[in-house]
């Protein structure tokens, strides 16, 4: 999952760039949101991160009560969601950027008693992790640690391989839902997207122009979509990250060179990951490949630490010219994640408050690793196994 930090109220930190900041959100002070994530640096980072950073008001209106009991804008997008309607005189215009539109969503999942459940599992409310230091240290795991991510992350490649394994035309997102939340359970699990700050499903599932953060619904995959599956898994006290963009059917040729192309981005960020390497560094090899073969980065979502936490520091921007700070260091564990866009990088958000899209309508793919740094390179601690489902071309030649 797509990470963005928040950063302890008593020390506050630019959401978009993390640079000292004086500034807050008018928006978010109306509605009395935690200052963590209501700081900026500037005038120009608050309206550069505008696109993302207005979810954080949707979400806090939809779990509002006197929201949900109102007959407001809110009310009107989640009976929109349930009953799968684009638009109707009833309903907000939004002006749509692909052939995407949302279809009916199932009741959330239950996690039975016995599961470790993070701290948002009840609420929707992550209350360690918005003020935690790790939002602007970045942690050198113990041994300890590492033993149970590598467990974690071992657990979550092969919840996402099972997701694999039923992707084809006619089989809906929210299946693949039901398949990652069951495989989480049996494996003693829980799938961390599950009520984090109100998603209200056991993983993401973004089709064709959708960026991340796609939630799944009863809209039937068609052949020749392309879809990504975004795995995180609870386990022991610690979180893994991973995810795989997949064809539908017979998928056209850019489509197949897009999705290739974004395999590459990771592979190649994951080549240069050593003690040493500044974190800015990681971007720029992506955008480089990226441009060479004719596409863009998406730039409003980055890689993120992880561990004990989903989402901490450091940030990993994927794009050129970033101003991420730091140097990677052994012991440090955080996702790579690229998203990868067929036309232009520029994002928007669907009033789900979750669901983004490419402004041009335009397809977008991406693939993420959980890593942990070593003394002399990085594990992937999300890699693939003999097991897992043989689904792109290119592994074979």
């Known amino acids: 999952m797509a990470g963005d930090s928040d950063v302890p109220e008593n020390n506050l930190f630019c959401v978009n760039c993390a640079k000292p900041a004086n500034l807050q959100c008018p928006k978010c002070m109306n509605l009395k949101l935690p200052r963590a994530g209501s700081a900026f640096c500037s005038q120009e980072c608050f309206k550069s991160s505008w696109s993302s950073h207005k979810s954080v008001h949707l979400k806090a209106k939809l779990s509002s009560p006197d929201t949900q009991n109102s007959g407001s804008l809110s009310e009107g997008w989640l009976y929109c969601l349930k009953s ?150 609870y386990y022991k006290g610690v979180h893994a990250d991973l995810n795989e963009t997949y064809f539908v059917g017979n998928v ?49 979502y980055c890689g993120h630490g992880i561990g004990e936490l989903f989402h901490c520091a450091p940030n990993i921007p994927h794009y050129a010219r970033n101003k991420a700070v730091g140097v990677i260091k052994a012991g440090q564990t955080f996702t790579i994640e690229p998203m990868i866009n067929a036309g232009v990088w520029r994002d928007r958000m669907w009033p789900d408050g979750w669901t983004d899209v490419t402004t041009d309508g335009k397809r977008s793919a991406q693939f993420e690793h959980t890593l942990l740094v070593t003394d002399t390179g990085v594990e992937v601690l999300t890699g693939r196994l003999q097991t897992s489902p043989n689904v792109f071309p290119w592994l074979n030649s």
């Open 84 to 233: 799968g309607q684009a638009w109707t005189p009833k309903l907000p215009y939004f002006d749509w950027t692909g052939s995407l539109r949302p279809s009916p969503i199932s009741k959330k999942q239950i996690v039975p008693d016995h599961i470790d459940k993070p701290d948002w599992a009840d609420d929707g409310i992550p209350k360690i992790e918005p003020n935690s230091v790790l939002q602007y240290t970045v942690e050198v795991k113990t041994p300890y640690q590492i033993e149970r991510m590598r467990e974690t992350c071992h657990i979550a490649r092969e919840v996402l391989d099972a997701a694999a394994r039923i992707i084809q035309p006619g089989v809906t997102t929210d299946e693949i839902d039901r398949v990652v939340h069951e495989t989480t359970i049996a494996a003693g699990g829980y799938p961390s997207p599950l009520n984090y700050n109100f998603f209200p499903k056991s993983c993401c599932t973004s089709v064709n122009e959708v960026i991340c953060h796609g939630i799944p619904d009863a809209r039937k995959l068609e052949d020749g979509d392309i879809v990504n599956v975004d795995v995180s898994v």
């Open 252 to 300: 056209d040729e850019e489509s197949c060179q897009l999705v290739k192309c974004t395999y590459e981005c990771l592979e190649k960020a994951i080549s240069i990951v050593k003690p040493g390497v500044r974190f800015r560094e990681i971007g720029e090899v992506i955008s480089r490949h990226a441009s060479m073969s004719g596409f863009s980065v998406a730039r409003s």
